[in-house]
T-cell receptor, first 113, second 115 residues
Framework: DGGITQSPKYLFRKEGQNVTLSCEQNLNHDAMYWYRQDPGQGLRLIYY???????QKGDIAEGYSVSREKKESFPLTVTSAQKNPTAFYLC????????????FGQGTRLTVV | AQSVAQPEDQVNVAEGNPLTVKCTYSVSGNPYLFWYVQYPNRGLQFLLK??????LVKGSYGFEAEFNKSQTSFHLKKPSALVSDSALYFCAVRDSGAGSYQLTFGKGTKLSVIP
């Protein structure tokens, strides 16, 4: 069954801890994206990657880091430098053509406790 | 820079009535435009897209959207709303002339269909 898998679905973090959100896809897509969703603010781009071993900062990259060592995987680390990390995080992937739609995972809800 | 505006935070419509969810965009080149739907605590599902050609685009679940270049708009429409259409709707844009594939989203419009 093809698609994008995000794990875990719910994640709790203590203040000062780093946490890593997983995103895996078996769609053979080159491009992958991480978005943050907050109520009333829509989706804001954190990082994106158009090819293995390369990634670009989005609009709100501060306090986050990513890696793209494999085509299938694009993990996001929320570091202790991110001052307000509680949010819904969405991973997406697409073919590397501007006209193609992105496919989304089911999201990870991160809560700082 | 590319941007999307969804001027209505919420749209209420009676079941069986036509619905419209508004979207305007700004890009430097030609736009690729997309509509997505999100149900609570879920990811986004693709509904339809405009790339080129016919200004009226048909998509999933009976939705359609009309591209208007002069008004830089891409409004989502459905002739007869269902209660099950109640969800959060996002418009998104890519600049076809840009070097990257960055997809920019609007803030979303919550659609409530009243029985």
């Amino acid at each position: 069954d093809g698609g994008i898998t995000q794990s875990p679905k719910y994640l709790f973090r203590k203040e000062g801890q780093n946490v890593t959100l997983s995103c895996e896809q078996n769609l053979n897509h080159d491009a992958m994206y991480w978005y943050r969703q907050d109520p009333g603010q829509g989706l804001r781009l954190i990082y994106y990657s158009q090819i293995v071993n390369d990634f670009q900062k989005g609009d709100i990259a501060e306090g986050y880091s990513v890696s793209r060592e494999k085509k299938e995987s694009f993990p996001l680390t929320v570091t202790s430098a991110q001052k307000n990390p509680t949010a819904f995080y969405l991973c997406a992937s697409s073919i590397n053509q501007g006209s193609t739609e992105a496919f989304f995972g089911q999201g990870t809800r991160l809560t700082v406790v | 820079a590319q941007s999307v505006a969804q001027p209505e935070d919420q749209v209420n419509v009676a079941e069986g009535n036509p619905l419209t969810v508004k979207c305007t965009y700004s890009v430097s080149g030609n736009p690729y435009l997309f509509w997505y739907v999100q149900y609570p605590n879920r990811g986004l599902q693709f509904l339809l897209k405009y790339i080129t050609g016919d200004n009226l685009v048909k998509g999933s679940y009976g939705f359609e959207a009309e591209f208007n270049k002069s008004q830089t708009s891409f409004h989502l429409k459905k002739p007869s709303a269902l209660v099950s259409d109640s969800a959060l709707y996002f418009c998104a844009v890519r600049d076809s002339g840009a070097g990257s594939y960055q997809l920019t989203f609007g803030k979303g419009t919550k659609l409530s269909v009243i029985p």
